[in-house]
């Protein structure tokens, strides 16, 4: 993988050197519908507002930092999704990008289906509410115990990820007198255009069952000889935050063929090809996602033309967007501390949170944007990097941005698209307690998950 692989995809691949950044933009105060949640604005007073609310207001009853949660978003990309693939298709939301038991009710009530990787994920989707025949269950290395609670719900779809959990996921179906339905991961060999450690679908890597060399194939000989499973489908997922659907034709062309490999030793058309999720979103306005209808319209062209080419039938075609549903509706709120202007280079912005509430960018190098949301400012750009409050020089929340000159502490800044893994890979780092989830719509706002308290970090602590 080149160094210079990014996470927001192949146009972000030539890096720019250090010390060079683009023109400051024509307005500070412009607050990018492409980058934010669909219901933020800015009042009369030059606040901006969320689902109707000034942030101030949310700052000051709920504390910074906080993720403020765009509800009716949300809930709107849901049907976009939904709408896009028709019920010819399944939709799964992928539950790892962030999962609560709110959520899992809005999934619900708004017709998708959920993706979980463990076994806390399907707790909380068990306990909210989630039909379990509605939920697939993913993972590299799935315990005997999450198995089995998996099983035992009776979870639509288990997708096997090796040739040993064939043979544990077959013992505790045939204990339970079951039949599972189940999936294999495939690795197709396709390398998505993101950043190494999102990469998913070449053969150097811990998912999936490689078509190269056959182990793909043994796998779909031992599953179906094994009365406890019902192999339903192939799953390849290529990568995340990919901006095109070129890398999805190419694992297409691969998993078709081995549709009809299967069809031709074992007399049997599998029904489901599950294509994963991996499509971006704007993290900055130079970033292009694309809309759930093109996608749509894609991928299901994209499979339907490999299958006419080998004489399948075409199987229910499912997808797994996370990131794509929640990553833009919400942003992180946070208050401004301290700033250290160093001359020649930049000012340094220091808020209340950082790698604990977003590892992101130090994890992946990933680029946001920022801005100033407690009020407007006509003052001069001013070139900064957005830093947290912990112990580590790497602590950076927003590398390079353009800030008014006249920022202060007390001032509010709002990071977009952060609904997407921030939240779910937030730690104690630095005994930093993780910030509350607040979900906001039509002028009303309430705690989804709560903030920590010290109470919560000394009872873990048994001394």
């Known amino acids: 993988m080149s160094r210079s692989a990014h996470p927001a995809g192949p146009r972000h691949a030539d890096v720019l050197p250090e010390g060079h950044h683009p023109a400051p933009p024509s307005d500070l105060n412009h607050l990018d519908l492409k980058v934010w949640s669909r219901t933020v604005t800015r009042d009369a007073d030059g606040v901006a507002t969320v689902g109707g609310i000034e942030v101030t207001r949310l700052a000051e009853e709920f504390g910074t930092p906080a993720y403020i949660l765009d509800e009716e978003d949300f809930r709107a ?7 896009a693939f028709g019920p010819d298709a399944d939709v799964f939301y992928a539950g790892k990008a962030f999962l609560s038991k709110a959520v899992v009710r809005w999934l619900h009530e708004e017709g998708l289906n959920l993706d979980v990787c463990s076994g806390g994920e399907l707790l909380t989707a068990l306990d909210a509410g989630m039909p379990a025949e509605r939920i697939a269950f993913h993972g590299n290395n799935k315990s005997p115990e999450e198995i089995e609670r998996a099983v035992r719900a009776g979870v639509g779809r288990i997708v096997l990820d090796s040739f040993q ?29 993101t950043h190494e450690f999102i990469a998913t679908a070449h053969e150097d890597q811990k998912f999936g069952l490689p078509l190269a060399g056959g182990q793909a194939a043994e796998a779909v000989r031992r599953t179906l000889g094994l009365d406890a499973l019902e192999l339903v489908g192939i799953h390849s997922h290529i990568g995340s935050q990919i901006f095109d659907t070129s890398g999805f034709e190419v694992a297409a062309h691969r998993v078709v063929a081995l549709l009809k490999q299967i069809r031709d030793e074992h007399g049997v058309e599998l029904p489901e090809i599950d294509l994963g999720g991996g499509l971006g979103i704007a993290y900055t306005p130079e970033d292009d996602p694309r809309e759930p209808r093109h996608i749509a319209k894609a991928l299901h062209e994209i499979v339907t033309r490999e299958c006419e080419s080998a004489r399948l039938r075409t199987p229910r075609i499912s997808v797994e967007p996370g990131r794509a549903i929640v990553g833009p509706t919400a942003f992180t709120l946070y208050e401004v ?17 950082g790698m604990s509430d977003n590892i992101r960018t130090a994890l992946y190098d990933a680029e946001y944007s920022v801005a100033l949301v407690s009020r407007t400012s006509d003052a001069a750009p001013m070139l900064s990097r957005v830093v947290g409050k912990h112990c580590e020089s790497g602590d950076i929340v927003v590398k390079d941005a353009f800030l008014p000159a006249d920022l202060a502490p007390g001032d509010l800044l709002a990071v977009p698209a952060t609904g997407a893994y921030c939240r779910s890979m937030a730690s104690n780092y630095n005994h930093a307690l993780r910030p509350p989830v607040v979900a906001v719509r039509d002028g009303a706002a309430r705690v989804i998950v709560r903030r920590e308290t010290e109470e919560d970090l000394l009872r873990l602590d048994v001394g």
């Open 165 to 193: 959990e064939i043979v544990r996921v077959a013992h505790v179906a045939q204990a339970l007198g079951v039949r599972q339905r189940v999936l294999i991961r495939v690795t197709v060999g396709v390398e998505a255009h």
């Open 337 to 353: 501390g301290t700033l250290k202007p160093l001359a020649g280079l930049r000012t340094y912005v220091s808020v209340d949170g």
């Open 77 to 83: 990309r849901c049907r976009a999704w939904a709408d």
